[in-house]
């Protein structure tokens, strides 16, 4: 059962109207049963000051594209009440005229635009009106018997709305059922949600609480478990040949989702998705429709679901099918495009948002990690309403006309033009090595500053863990991972790349960073120092490019490698054999993989710099002592040393580095690979020849 979440003592810190519903809105999306992200909205009316000073009635109201478990004050918008009223007595008014409307009627010009329900609010005679989407109310509102059944749920307490999409007409029907029952506490909307009301904030809310905990009730009495969609075809895998299939899969997945525009994807596998999943009328169940408008938006109208049966040693099958499955369910979406849409509109990605593994779980796609984690939480509240809609009947959904109109909807089509615009690296994700480092957190920090999403492998785990906190707390959950990786240990390479493709779908850009140094005269090098640099520089660029390129060509969108050399990759340090043949050979094999990986897209770069010795472990190590003795000078003197011999006397610091991977990750490169790129001050020794 949903509990109440007031809190008295936190209720009392609110010293106004609009800071209790504020409250009183974060607390009804704080759980996705209640009102599913993105979705609901509410209201209270007050009475304010107006910039004459004079005393006017307003009405508080959820902005347009805000979600209520996160709103601010400053998401609401303020409407005059006497401005809004009176549109009660109007027969009709278009969407575009009741938006423009409510631009004038608003209190302050920098007010978000008001909700498209702002009217449903405005009509019902009531100070505090709340508009959830319930899971158990939806599915109540989305049975074929669902007005049956909530008379012998709620008697003569309800007012039935059948559908009709958001708008005056809806709010205009809302007001005049309750105005014609006087026994009303709720208004249930066909096939989208719940009205609810009172004259406190407070009582608001506990009576929106009690009419879903009533509905809630009477759906779990009635529920047989292993009857649930249709009952048990398939079981679930064991979680962890789950996850390792789904990392086998997902690049393909991605490749095949991403058409003119990348896909982030995310990977779900709980409890309720597996029940789901291996149904036996799942597979019918999906293709019904969306549960709720709101679904739809962030869901398409219907997901893609593979007939797989769970085997964990036929991977290649399921790929082939996903594969089949997401080309099919392409044209299909291209098709429905085509038999319902209008002039002027512009269809969107055609790829589907969810895809449903028997055994296995859901893959989600979106334009971020974000983005896609909301397509999956929503598609969490369409099972949850199939599962109690088909214990009390049978699960109906909107037209497939309907549903294409809400889905192009110019007033939902508004919402996404509130989104930041998509920088350089959105849609992307970068994999880098020595994350924990100066140039590789300096790295990361530049590319998700321009929408990339990042995966930071180091040997230092709790060092890349930091540099991820920081980034997730600037920039959003989740927009950097951290991982533990050896470069020479082929096994954890592999783990690695396979713990990107969970995190994310895949790789884009890799940035081969992870290094050491030593410094010993040619005839002092040991057998032992010579194969630490070969191992870590050469063999270990080796993998963790290998590996990329494998996944790079399985996800057939191209890709980026910058390889972090050295001015060593060219120059002859002077008592650095090891270290300087080590970065020769760096330099040379991504000449090699440029060769090769024209064909399939990916572009293969280096960059050259000389001594970074902000934030690295490398210069805080005995390498800085050995090149002070290797020039003859004390090792507090190598950062004056190093900016002298440079023609511009500069010193070179990691976010120099850090543009230079950048410019090569980037469109601007887009017809380079192979080349070398010196960033050193100018050291003359070091210029090509």
Known sequence: MVQSLWDHAKASLSTNGLEELVYRSNIIGADRRVCNWGGGNTSSKTTVKDFRGR?????YVKGSGSDLASMKAGNFTGLRMEDIRPLFERPEMSDEEMVAYLGYSMIDAKHPRASIETLLHAFLPFRHVDHTHPDAIIALCCADNGKEIAREIFGDRFVWVPYVRPGFTLSKMIAEGVLANPQAELVLM?????????????????QTIKIINEAEAYIEARIIEEKQFGGQKHAALPAEVRRSIAAQVMPAVRGAVSDAKKMILTFDDEADVLQFVGGEASPSLSQVGAACPDHLVHTKVVPLFI????????????????????????????????????EGDVMFEAAPRVILIPGVGMINTGKSWANSKVSGALYHRAIAVMRGATAL?????LSENESYNVEYWPLELYKLTLAPAEAEFSRKIAFITGGAGGIGSETARRLVSEGAHVVLADLNLDGAQNVADEI?????????????????????????????ALAFGGVDIIVNNAGLAT??????????EWNLNINVLGTGYFLVAREAFKLMKVQGVGGNMVFIGSKNSIYAGKNASAYSAAKALEAHLARCIAAEGGEFGIRVNTILPDAILQGSAIWNSNWR?????????????????????????????????????????????????????????????????
């Open 55 to 59: 005393d006017v009635e307003v009405m």
């Open 190 to 206: 066909e096939k989208h949600g719940l009205v609810t009301w009172g004259e406190t904030s407070e009582a608001c809310y506990a």
């Open 307 to 342: 007939d797989w049966t769970p085997n964990a040693d036929d991977i290649e099958g399921l790929k082939a099918k996903l594969q089949e499955g997401i080309a099919e369910y392409k044209e299909q979406y291209k098709a429905y495009f085509e038999r319902n849409h209008h």
């Open 393 to 397: 009947g049978s699960f109906v959904s």
């Open 472 to 500: 997730n707390a600037k920039f959003g959950e989740n927009r950097a991972v951290a991982v533990k990786m050896d470069v020479t240990n082929e096994e954890q390479v592999a783990a690695a790349y396979a713990d990107a």
């Open 519 to 528: 410094s010993s005269p040619f005839d002092e090098t040991t057998l032992r």
């Open 625 to 689: 002592n050995e090149r002070a003795a290797a020039y003859g000078i004390e090792p507090d003197q190598l950062e004056e040393y190093y900016r002298k011999r440079t023609t511009l006397l500069v010193n070179i610091f990691p976010r120099d580095i850090a543009e230079g991977i950048a410019f090569f990750a980037s469109s601007k490169s887009d017809k380079t690979t192979g080349c070398m790129l010196t960033i050193d001050g100018g050291v003359p020794a070091a210029f090509t020849r």
